[in-house]
């Protein structure tokens, strides 16, 4: 079992809540006003015991006996129940939630901070969790009272659990072209009928219950998204005192094998195919969410609470995994100085090495990096709750939209790769199932895939969020990131160096945008949308490193003087890849579009 040590770093995530976002400062605030700086250190500290002694212990058992399809049923092992339990009981389902919702009302980038701890420690166990809170939020933004009553207090109980089901077998991501019907009956209620693949978590036994968020169509309605509605769609239906009866018609028809994050069930779902007929009727049960054909508008509430969280659980398994790859480092002797000729000399360890201090170096600016961007993501969420103007509310909301799908795709990839330079610091060893960086790895390589691929989230940043609102968010980005900047030429130095290289980056990407939102066609516009996802994640995350250094100081410590080192190391190793990829986008490069498919 790895120590809470070997999932995150404490001293890093204290400075990055504390030092660098003021978290404590949140306290002032009429909704944090019951906490304080001791109640986020026990929450955090209660996290860290759970994370490690109730997921961390089975996270490879998820791997080795993932679940399987029964007569019908998802087996689930006897250890994940008992640590979503643990979960619940400590309040953390609804951890940011309203108090009168049986929420902690804690801040966001609080539980970011935990759920980062949790998914370090089991991201298979976690994700049920995960989804939970996610359905919990959308339906108390958009569901009635009735529905919040009914099913968001029991999953914040720890009683239900949630989903969310979009995905279809013949349409993936094309929302457009799903076909699950929702036929309305005169009590109010709908009967739905269709299939849906890949629903994460889309049956188990693990509570009660489980709340599925279906999209369905409404015939008669507009076509493609405009006609999509959202429904309430629970596995059992509820009595008039909400106590669970009789099976609604959801079956599971089987479950995925996947090459890792495999303690999530992940299923394919009938609804309304008679193998359950409640009322004595075929068709599953739904109650409507918000307004018909507003559907899709409403689960956007979800997906992108998903995205961050994808996010998050990306950088945490990078970073548990270099944390085990630094202990590997220091521990393991093997080799000696480039400059020593004795064979006699004793070995050294790994971390003496310089390319190994590369590639650890690597992995910090990595993954610390992208936990700094997921909590910033969380501080912004708190902000446009809670912020004192409307003007500061709405300048937080667009610089989420903005940063969303960077915070959710650049983790991905780069924490994938750090997981990729974890294994190649443990060498032959780091390919065998025996150390845990070969699963973390496994398990990461879904996160640039679920919740909108890379190519989907690139779309989404340089297709919409760049220009929405006639181009505000991106201001609000480019105004931030050029304040920072100006506060390090201010400071002098080291700093006034990275701050003059992140303002030419930043300047670049700004007129490379805009050159691309000039072209006509929209084809070649897009085709490079995923290199432009990376450069512009690349220089967000300069702008965080560039924050981490300014406010690390002078300070002598190691955890500031590593601060220090990753910041440069990022700087002059990896913000110059943007170079070449805004020379290219900015060139409507048609190598792709002008491709036949004929040959490839």
Request: net charge negative; hydrophobic share 45%; proline share 4%.
């Amino acid at each position: 079992m790895p120590a809470p040590s070997q999932l995150l770093s404490r001293r890093d995530v204290e400075f990055l809540l504390y030092d660098w976002l003021d978290v404590a400062g949140l306290t002032a605030r009429k909704r944090f006003a019951e906490h304080s700086r001791e109640t986020f250190d026990a929450v955090l500290d209660l996290c860290r015991d759970i994370a490690a002694e109730r997921f961390a212990t089975h996270n490879r058992r998820n791997d080795v006996e993932e679940p399987r399809f029964a007569d019908g049923r998802a087996v689930v092992h006897e250890e994940v129940g008992p640590a979503l339990d643990a979960v619940a009981a400590a309040g953390f389902l609804g951890a940011a939630m309203d108090a009168e919702v049986g929420g902690l009302q804690l801040p966001q980038v609080v539980q970011t901070a935990c759920a980062a701890h949790f998914a370090a420690a089991n991201v298979g166990t976690w994700a049920y969790a995960f989804l939970t809170i996610g359905n919990a939020n959308l339906l108390t933004a958009h569901g009635s009272t009735e529905q919040v009553d009914r099913f968001v207090r029991p999953m914040l109980e720890g009683r239900f659990h949630g989903t969310m089901c979009l995905s279809e077998p013949q349409a993936g991501s094309s929302l457009a072209d799903i076909t699950t019907r929702a036929e309305p009956r005169g009590d109010g209620t709908h009967r739905l009928f269709g299939n849906k693949m890949w629903i994460s978590g889309g049956d188990h036994e693990l509570g009660e219950n489980i709340v599925h968020l279906v999209l369905a169509k409404v015939p008669g309605g507009p076509p493609g998204v405009k006609g999509i509605s959202l429904f309430v769609v629970p596995k059992f239906l509820l009595d008039a005192d909400g106590e669970v009866g009789e099976r609604n018609d959801v079956a599971l028809a089987g479950l995925n094998h996947k090459m890792g994050y495999r303690g999530t069930t992940n299923a394919l779902l009938n609804f309304g195919e008679g193998a359950h007929t409640p009322g004595g009727e075929a068709g599953a049960v739904g109650y409507l969410v918000g307004q018909e054909n507003q559907g899709l508008a409403a689960m956007f509430h979800m997906m992108n609470e998903a995205r961050v969280g994808v996010g998050t659980g990306a950088a945490a398994l990078g970073y548990t995994g270099y944390l085990k790859s630094l202990e590997y480092a220091r521990t393991r002797a093997q080799g000696r100085p480039v400059a020593g000729k004795d064979p006699a000399q004793p070995q050294v360890p790994l971390v003496e090495h310089a390319d190994v201090r590369r590639m650890l170096l690597a992995q910090k600016s990595y993954v610390e990096g992208a936990l700094a961007l997921v909590l910033y993501c969380g501080r912004l969420l708190d902000e446009q709750r809670t912020a004192e103007s409307d003007a500061e509310r709405a300048r937080a909301g667009l610089l989420l939209e903005v940063l969303t799908p960077i915070a959710k795709s650049w983790p991905s990839q780069w924490c994938l790769a750090a997981n990729d330079l974890a294994i190649q610091v443990h060498g032959g060893y780091g390919y065998t199932r025996e150390y845990d960086v070969e699963q973390h790895y496994r398990d990461n390589r879904l996160n640039p895939i679920h919740e909108g691929t890379h190519g989907i989230q690139g779309i989404d940043l340089l297709g919409r969020k760049t220009a929405m609102a006639g181009g505000a968010a991106l201001a609000a980005l480019a105004e931030l990131l050029s304040a920072t900047a100006a506060r390090a030429r201010a400071a002098g130095g080291e700093a006034a160096e990275l701050g003059a290289a992140l303002d030419g980056s930043l300047g670049r990407l700004l007129e490379v945008t805009a050159a691309l939102h000039t072209e006509p066609d929209p084809t070649v516009r897009l085709a490079n949308a995923s290199l432009y996802l990376e450069a512009a994640g690349h220089v967000v995350v300069a702008w965080v490193w560039l924050e981490q250094f300014l406010t690390a100081g002078d300070g002598e410590d190691d955890l500031r003087a590593g601060k220090r080192a990753a910041a440069r190391y990022f700087f002059r190793y990896e913000l110059p890849r943007t170079g070449p990829q805004l020379d290219l986008l900015a060139a409507l490069d048609r190598t792709t579009t002008d491709l036949d498919p004929a040959w490839l």
